[in-house]
């Protein structure tokens, strides 16, 4: 090929060239709306084919289908779905403050669910789109251009009649630049309209007292500061919104007390209700805010109200502060008002975008006056012809019959009356009826007004004043009409910096210094215990009492443990002690999510840090230990520990650290015992099986399992309330005896044994009889004869039992 038919040209000057026609392509016909009628092109396109279409607020809805497809084949060739959001967009009056089009169908919530598909959903103008940017769109007052094929025309601008950049506010993203205009209160840009017609140089802090700040079509609460003031004085700055908190006692039902809550009726603008209740409950999950017990979602089609209720003897203030902080129910607005002025993007503040506003209004009403005045003379010429017509009907019926043809006559009207050629066809086209009197009397009184009308166009277009006048008369009716009580609160002398420091850690360090403690009771509630009080609960023990509130589960207060619960199903759950530490609150369904309460066999502490392996038995006689992972500590949600076939339960389980023995007890009284080490019982993972460690007999059941050191003293307890003492040296080794040891000292009629302890553990037993016990086994007195079991000091009536009991370690120094 020559090469003398290439032309080289400089890689930078054809990327600079490029880039910047890309560039201004996206900001002029995408991105940036137009400052004097606010709207982007896409926008301006399906108002005006709707328009088209004759989609007037009086007649029926349309299909979206139909509205999207005129609006693609005829102005804008790009996507069907682009059109289509843009419109659902002019819909939600959850988006947009005074929405243009009306819809039938589902257009989207604040939920942020999608809308439907474009051919269920319905739309038409909505009045004040109708009236506010096409009533006059028929009158020249707006330029129009050839659309993308040269078959249609397109308004260059809609004649916009209130200042909607503002009113609706604008958000786009550009090339190397963006704008983001929060919308306004009708009445109030109409109030400040006029305060600047009435005086040019209104200053923009008196301004800015008449249009106080943006209000949200979501409501919400605006921080008023300095800041608002600095956005209208320079077009740019962030403004800080809130959401509508309100405090609420609540009955939960009959029998039950009541509860404080929170109330949140608004949201902060553009911010998803369901992805905020979804963002707090993790927040709540994993510890970051506490005080709150439950989450609902009561909203419904009067309103919104998102309950947030409230543990016992929780802070609400504390609450509102974590709420603010660290969830979006307080955030900041970028807002610049950035917007096309004659095709180029310039940043306006507030008097110079309402001044733009203005000119552009006044050369609109220039323009449709002119048009006015120009139908009006055309109008006047008519009636003025045929006026002189019927004056003198006999001459012109004369001419009319001595003429050849229509030409002739025209030409011979036009000579002898004088008038024009409109003024001749007119009178050729004049009806018979015409010619009765009050025909010829309406038409002199049309005259008559019409000459009025004259005159006061000829008035408006030489008598600045009198437009102006009429620009304001027009704001007022506008106002009067479409404008609707300010939704954004203000708030004032709020100060920001003000900033609650973590009040949780300080009130965990005064329960670790006061050696508090925490415990899980039978009735599955979370409750702490000072040391001294704790230490008096041991005081009266191995006796048999009316029933109180036993234990399942004691543990420090330290910042380093999870604690954990074990179901029979074999699954662990998480529970979170650290947000509700400040309050005694019941483990249920509520917060155990899925878990069923009666399913829980074991609660443990776990701390972080060090090794940590659990270990679970089931009733086949399978053990399994599972090492205590990183991503075990850090979850927050429950997950199953070991795999259950057919009716096998999870009967047992620890937390095991330290190198020692366990000990497996079934309910005749065999035992197993093994070492504990990784060498002799090696950890699974959580989808194994594990090891069968205990081959059962016939009836024979799994009922119990501990860790225990050697040389430790291990008791036994039945059913009936036998308890036996023997010396873990005693016991041999299942590895090397796979039957297990039975020692005749231990066996029982009519009886079963149910748990198994060593000598550093404490038992709280639960009757049959609504009765109870705290057992402490060293100051038990045992036969030292044929028989181990106790005799003296503890006693149950006959026909009772041992209902519960739970293993609790010491935990007294």
């Given at each position: 090929m020559d090469k003398k038919k290439f032309t080289s040209i400089s890689l930078q000057e054809e990327m600079q060239r490029s880039y910047l026609e890309y560039a201004m392509s996206v900001i002029v016909g995408r991105a940036l709306p137009d400052a004097r009628d606010g709207l982007k092109p896409v926008q301006r396109r399906i108002l005006f084919a709707m328009y088209e279409l004759g989609l007037t607020p009086d007649r029926p809805f349309r299909k979206c289908a139909r509205v999207v497809g005129d609006v693609l084949g005829k102005y804008h060739p790009h996507g069907d779905q682009a059109v289509y959001d843009a419109l659902v967009r002019l819909v939600q009056n959850f988006s947009t403050k005074y929405p243009t089009l009306d819809g039938h169908g589902n257009f989207g919530s604040v939920d942020n669910d999608p809308p439907a598909a474009m051919r269920y959903t319905e739309t038409r103008l909505a009045p004040i789109a109708h009236k506010g940017f096409l009533e006059e769109i028929g009158s020249e007052t707006v330029n129009f251009s050839n659309n993308f094929d040269g078959s249609q025309k397109e308004p260059d601008v809609l004649p916009a009649q209130l200042p909607f950049l503002l009113l609706n506010g604008s958000s786009g993203i550009a090339v190397g630049m963006a704008t983001n205009i929060p919308p306004h209160n009708l009445g109030e840009i109409v109030d400040g309209l006029i305060a600047l017609i009435e005086n040019k140089d209104l200053t923009n802090k008196k301004l800015s007292n008449i249009i106080k700040g943006p209000d949200f079509p979501t409501g919400g609460e605006l921080i008023y500061s300095q800041a608002i003031g600095e956005l209208y004085e320079t077009g740019k700055g962030s403004i800080t919104i809130r959401g509508v908190i309100n405090t609420e006692e609540i009955n939960l039902g009959k029998g039950k007390h009541k509860r404080n809550a929170l109330i949140i009726t608004e949201l902060p603008y553009q911010i998803s209700k369901a992805g905020w209740i979804e963002k707090l409950a993790e927040l709540v999950n994993s510890s970051k805010i506490n005080g709150i017990s439950d989450?609902?979602?009561?909203?419904?089609?009067?309103?919104?109200?998102?309950?947030?209720?409230?543990?016992?003897?929780?802070?609400?203030?504390?609450?509102i502060s974590n709420l603010y902080k660290k969830t979006t129910l307080q955030t900041n607005f970028g807002a610049i008002f950035l917007a096309l002025i004659k095709g180029k993007p310039v940043q306006l503040n507030l008097k110079e975008y309402l001044n733009y506003f203005l000119e552009f209004r006044e050369e609109t009403i220039r323009k449709r006056t002119n048009y006015f005045l120009k139908n009006t003379i055309e109008k006047l010429e008519i009636l003025e012809g045929l006026s002189k017509a019927t004056k003198d009907i006999k001459k012109v019926i004369e001419i009319i019959e001595n003429s050849k043809n229509s030409a002739e006559a025209k030409s011979k009207l036009i000579q002898y009356f004088y008038i024009s050629e409109k003024q001749a066809n007119s009178v050729l086209d004049m009806p018979l009826k015409k010619l009765t009197s009050l025909e010829r009397n309406q038409i002199d009184d049309d005259i008559k007004k019409l000459q009025e009308k004259k005159d006061y166009f000829q008035t408006l277009l030489n008598e600045r004043k009198i437009l102006l006048e009429l620009l304001i008369e027009e704001f007022l009716i506008l106002k009067k009409k479409y404008n609707v009580k300010r939704k954004t609160k203000l708030l004032k002398n709020i100060d920001q910096n003000e900033e609650l420091e973590t009040i949780n850690n300080q009130i965990l360090e005064d329960?670790?210094?006061?050696?508090?403690?925490?415990?899980?009771?039978?009735?599955?509630?979370?409750?702490?215990?000072?040391?001294?009080?704790?230490?008096?609960s041991f005081e009266d023990v191995n006796k048999i009492i009316e029933n109180k509130n036993i234990q399942k589960f004691i543990c420090?207060?330290?910042?380093?443990?999870?604690?954990?619960?074990?179901?029979?199903?074999?699954?662990?759950?998480?529970?979170?002690?650290?947000?509700?530490?400040?309050?005694?609150?019941?483990?249920?369904?509520?917060?155990?999510?899925?878990?069923?309460?009666?399913?829980?066999?074991?609660?443990?502490?776990?701390?972080?840090?060090?090794?940590?392996?659990?270990?679970?038995?089931?009733?086949?006689?399978?053990?399994?230990?599972?090492?205590?992972?990183?991503?075990?500590?850090?979850?927050?949600?429950?997950?199953?520990?070991?795999?259950?076939?057919?009716?096998?339960?999870?009967?047992?389980?620890?937390?095991?650290?330290?190198?020692?023995?366990?000990?497996?007890?079934?309910?005749?009284?065999?035992?197993?015992?093994?070492?504990?080490?990784?060498?002799?019982?090696?950890?699974t993972s959580k989808q194994s099986q594990g090891l069968m460690l205990a081959k059962l007999l016939p009836t024979e059941m799994?009922?119990?399992?501990?860790?225990?050191?050697?040389?430790?003293n291990i008791y036994l307890v039945s059913k009936q309330g036998k308890i036996f003492c023997i010396n873990s040296n005693e016991i041999y080794y299942a590895n090397e005896y796979s039957l297990g040891y039975l020692n005749e000292k231990t066996q029982i009629k009519n009886d079963y044994f149910i748990k198994i302890l060593p000598s550093n553990n404490y038992l709280d037993i639960e009757t049959n009889k609504n009765k109870s016990s705290r057992l402490n086994f060293d100051k038990l007195n045992f036969k030292s004869n044929k028989s181990n079991f106790l005799i003296d000091s503890l006693k149950i009536e006959k026909g009772e039992y041992i209902e519960n009991c739970f293993r609790l370690e010491n935990f007294l120094d």
């Open positions: 989450i609902r979602d009561e909203s419904d089609r009067d309103g919104m109200r998102i309950v947030i209720e409230l543990k016992k003897d929780s802070n609400p203030e504390l609450v329960f670790i210094n006061r050696k508090t403690k925490l415990f899980i009771d039978n009735r599955l509630y979370l409750r702490r215990i000072i040391l001294s009080n704790y230490k008096k420090k207060i330290e910042k380093n443990i999870k604690i954990i619960g074990i179901t029979f199903t074999g699954k662990v759950f998480h529970i979170d002690w650290e947000s509700n530490i400040n309050n005694d609150y019941k483990l249920d369904s509520k917060i155990l999510g899925n878990i069923d309460p009666n399913e829980i066999i074991n609660f443990h502490s776990i701390k972080k840090g060090i090794k940590n392996y659990l270990c679970i038995l089931n009733s086949d006689g399978r053990f399994k230990k599972v090492l205590f992972d990183d991503d075990m500590i850090k979850s927050n949600r429950s997950f199953a520990i070991t795999k259950l076939k057919n009716n096998i339960k999870t009967i047992d389980s620890f937390i095991s650290n330290e190198e020692k023995n366990l000990i497996i007890l079934t309910s005749i009284g065999r035992i197993f015992k093994f070492n504990l080490s990784n060498k002799f019982l090696t950890p799994i009922v119990s399992c501990c860790p225990y050191q050697n040389g430790e």
